[in-house]
T-cell receptor
Framework: RKEVEQDPGPFNVPEGATVAFNCTYSNSASQSFFWYRQDCRKEPKLLMS???SGNEDGRFTAQLNRASQYISLLIRDSKLSDSATYLCVVNSFGGGKLIFGQGTELSVKP | GAVVSQHPSRVICKSGTSVKIECRSL??????MFWYRQFPKQSLMLMAT?????????EQGVEKDKFLINHASLTLSTLTVTSAHPEDSSFYIC???????????FGPGTRLTVL
C-alpha cells in the first residue's frame, strides 16, 4: 500500500464548477499535511497547509480527518488557471521529509 | 523571499558520462536541502537529505555511490549522477529549508535525458 494515495485523475470540469480531491495516508503518526500544485514540467508549489480544524483560503478549502487518515481539498468556482496537478503531501517522519501522493490532474475547460 | 535555483535546467548527455546538478538558495541560508526525482506521470520521490557539512542521508533503494551529494556551504548543494544510463533520465528537483524553519522551497527542477 502506498503511503499517500490520491484519487486517480484526470478531472475534467467546466469553469465555475466545484471539484473535490481526496487523499488518504497510511502512517497514523503523521504530523503535517499539505496540498501542493504542480504545473506541467514545473516544480511543485505550496498551495496550502491542512489543519485539523479545517482551513480556507479564498476558493480553496482543506479538511483533515485524523481518525480516518483522510485529507480533502475543495475548489469552488474553478477557473481555467486552476488547471494543474494537485499533490497531497504528508510529513510522516518528522525532520522535514515529505511524502508525495501521485497527484490528481485537473483540467478546467471554458 | 525564498528563492531556490537549479542549474542546469535541462541536460542531455551520453550514456556513461557524469552529470552535476547544482541547487542554490539565493536569498537565505539552508542547513538542509532535499533531492527528489520524478518520472513522467509519477510522484516526486525523495532520494536523499543533504545537511551542510555532513554526509547525505539516502533513502532506501537509492545508490549513494551513483548519486553523489555534496553540501559544502549553506547555500549550495550538488547532485552528481555518475555513469548515467537511460533509466536515470528523469526530472530532478531540489528543495531547501531556511535555518530555523520547516517549509521546503523548491527549485525549478533539472530535466536529465541520457541517450
Amino acid at each position: 500500500r502506498k503511503e499517500v494515495e490520491q484519487d486517480p485523475g484526470p478531472f475534467n470540469v467546466p469553469e465555475g464548477a466545484t471539484v473535490a480531491f481526496n487523499c488518504t495516508y497510511s502512517n497514523s503518526a503523521s504530523q503535517s499535511f499539505f496540498w501542493y500544485r504542480q504545473d506541467c514540467r514545473k516544480e511543485p508549489k505550496l498551495l496550502m497547509s491542512v489543519y485539523s480544524s479545517g482551513n480556507e483560503d479564498g476558493r480553496f478549502t482543506a479538511q483533515l480527518n485524523r481518525a480516518s487518515q483522510y485529507i480533502s481539498l475543495l475548489i469552488r468556482d474553478s477557473k481555467l488557471s486552476d488547471s494543474a496537478t494537485y499533490l497531497c503531501v504528508v510529513n510522516s517522519f518528522g525532520g522535514g521529509k515529505l511524502i508525495f501522493g501521485q497527484g490528481t490532474e485537473l483540467s478546467v475547460k471554458p | 523571499g525564498a528563492v531556490v535555483s537549479q542549474h542546469p535546467s535541462r541536460v542531455i548527455c551520453k550514456s556513461g558520462t557524469s552529470v552535476k546538478i547544482e541547487c542554490r538558495s539565493l536569498d537565505f541560508q539552508a542547513t538542509t536541502m532535499f533531492w527528489y526525482r520524478q518520472f513522467p506521470k509519477q510522484s516526486l520521490m525523495l532520494m536523499a537529505t543533504s545537511n551542510e557539512g555532513s554526509k547525505a542521508t539516502y533513502e532506501q533503494g537509492v545508490e549513494k555511490d551513483k548519486f553523489l551529494i555534496n553540501h559544502a556551504s549553506l547555500t549550495l548543494s550538488t547532485l552528481t549522477v555518475t555513469s548515467a544510463h537511460p533509466e536515470d533520465s528523469s526530472f530532478y528537483i531540489c528543495s531547501a529549508v531556511k535555518q530555523g524553519g520547516n517549509e521546503q522551497f523548491f527549485g525549478p527542477g533539472t530535466r536529465l535525458t541520457v541517450l
